[in-house]
């Protein structure tokens, strides 16, 4: 049953007499308590904070003389006190709350200003299970819940970077802060929380190997608001969530204005790309356009494996993201620039390469200091209409897979290396895909398509376009190994693949009709291998 308000109206300013400051993270701390000692705010404080405030000079009370109960069982017991939270919920304006308050002794506490241990820091380090648990707070999100509700008359903070507007507002107003602020303030406590609670209860599902817990939520932490979402009438911001994986979110700007939403979109999906050819097996480059590769390929050099990517399909390359898997180097960086690009990603740079990229002000570069690691295990997420689809991430690598020879011919070993790259851009073309691939490059990619025979067709028409403007006498396709990410349901696409130049096909296979694939492959003496693992993207 729902609890009845008394309607007692919240003043619109609020006199800070008493603060309460409890941290984890110092930064800042001792600046904002001095600050508050100057204005005559009595200081109440806990653990380290209490010992940094009093090594810096600053005059103040042990939450353990407010309480009358020393701080026990290494410090999980030291704020859970009516005395504490008495302080933090009583209505300033409500006659009963105020005889309670008196007859118990519990003095007002008028900003809290708390921030919690550092789980998810300890999470992403890779703590282990006794050392995660005990950097789960209790009494400090018990406190910001508290001062958040009764936020009418407490003033709360929980982010350093927040100490400075609640500064400037008691500078203005005598030591007051207006209900606006509190408001946007008890806002963002209980976000924080939430996020708090939500990376403890993700963790514990990981832990414990829960797969899809009955409870899931996702939380993140604002890093930038975009100008705008995929068009100009949507609103977006960008939000991590702070996995330690190395790609879009962690990555470091050097240059160029800020990201777009679908900037951000475009260049995650070319970063996962390209981290599955690992640098020391050789450069390998991936040029993206709204979310789909319009090239890859490895090379002798970066610059080898740019142009071979680019040769693909220029004209789609145009604006487009490029990943690299290895440092960018000038002569890289040279070829790059020629090019109207919209983002580079790399996991670093040489600074005659970044000199080279300055050239252009607005194209973006950002640097990684690693690869992210496709075996590496996690969520995602979609939203739809009321509800939230999560999944573990697609974390299959065509190494690990035992490829099964299913036609008369086996592939050659050049045709079996150009199925395995095909397959391994296949994970990453939106479905319906199909690649084509040829030494180390691909030569047509068809993405999608309602239909695989249509893929199979635009893939073909693409390196009929690249060779043309290459001057090639025929297309890449001729000869080379093409993947489809799904079955084949009829040997139509195969067909289409076939007549485009294919002569090795990489699929999953478990088609109802596969015996007919199969069948349309040996006639025209093409090699097939099924992996028994599809990569539908949508």
């Not at 405030?53 to 069982?73: H, K, N, Q, R, Y």
């Not at 509800?387 to 045709?415: F, H, I, M």
């Amino acid at each position: 049953m729902a609890v009845a308000s008394k309607k007692i109206p919240a003043p619109d300013k609020v006199r800070i007499k008493t603060a309460l400051l409890s941290v984890s993270d110092k930064k800042g701390i001792v600046d904002l308590a001095r600050a508050l000692a100057d204005m005559g705010v009595k200081l109440l404080s806990t653990g380290g904070t209490y010992k940094a405030l009093v090594e810096a000079g600053l005059a103040a009370t042990d939450v353990s003389e407010v309480t009358g109960f020393p701080e026990i069982m290494d410090g999980r017991v030291k704020t859970l006190h009516p005395n504490v939270h008495g302080g933090l919920l009583a209505i300033r304006d409500d006659a009963d709350h105020l005889a309670a308050m008196e007859k118990h002794g519990i003095g007002a506490i008028d900003l809290a200003v708390i921030n919690l241990y550092p789980f998810e820091e300890v999470r992403a380090a890779g703590g282990d299970y006794p050392t995660t648990v005990e950097n789960i707070d209790i009494g400090g999100p018990a406190m910001i819940r508290a001062s958040a509700k009764n936020h009418a008359y407490v003033t709360v903070v929980t982010d350093p970077s927040d100490y400075e507007a609640l500064l400037d507002a008691l500078h203005k107003d005598g030591c007051q802060t207006p209900y606006s602020l509190r408001q946007q303030f008890a806002a963002k406590a209980y976000a924080r929380t939430a996020a708090y609670d939500a990376a403890i209860s993700n963790w514990f599902a990981e832990a414990l190997a829960i797969d899809m817990p009955r409870h899931r939520v996702l939380g993140g932490l604002l890093k930038e608001e975009m100008r705008y979402g995929e068009n100009p009438h949507q609103k977006a911001g960008f939000y991590v969530t702070g996995e330690k994986r190395p790609g879009v979110a962690t990555a470091r700007l050097l240059q160029g204005k800020q990201l777009s939403y679908n900037n951000i979109n475009d260049t995650d999906a070319a970063f996962e790309l390209v981290s599955e050819f690992l640098p020391e097996n050789g450069p390998a480059c991936a040029i993206i356009k709204h979310a789909n590769p319009c090239g890859v390929a490895v090379g002798k050099s970066l610059k080898d494996a740019y142009s071979r990517a680019l040769a693909c399909d220029s004209v789609s390359a145009f604006g487009g993201i490029i990943a690299l898997n290895q440092i960018l180097d000038a002569e890289t960086a040279e070829e790059i620039v020629k090019l109207f690009t919209e983002v580079i990603i790399a996991p670093g740079v040489t600074d005659e390469a970044q000199a080279i990229i300055a050239r252009k002000a607005n194209l973006r570069l950002l640097v990684t200091d690693g690869l992210a690691d496709p075996r590496a295990s996690g969520l995602t997420a979609k939203t739809v209409s009321g509800g939230l689809l999560v999944q573990s991430r697609d974390n299959v690598v065509v190494e690990d897979l035992d490829l099964k020879v299913v036609t008369r011919r086996a592939p050659t070993p050049s045709e079996l290396e150009d199925m395995k790259f095909a397959f391994k851009i296949a994970k990453h073309v939106k479905s319906n895909a199909v690649i084509y691939a040829k030494d180390g490059q691909t030569a047509g990619i068809g993405a999608g398509q309602m239909s695989r025979v249509d893929s199979a067709r635009i893939a073909a028409q693409k390196a009929e376009d690249a060779a043309k403007a290459l001057g090639l006498s025929e297309p890449l396709t001729r000869g080379s190994a093409v993947a489809s990410e799904a079955f084949y349901p009829f040997a139509d696409g195969l067909l289409a693949a076939i007549a485009a130049g294919a002569t090795a096909v990489i699929q999953p296979g478990g088609s109802m009709r596969d015996a007919e694939v199969i069948a349309a492959a040996d006639e025209h003496n093409v090699a097939m291998v099924f992996t028994g693992i599809r990569h539908f993207r949508h």
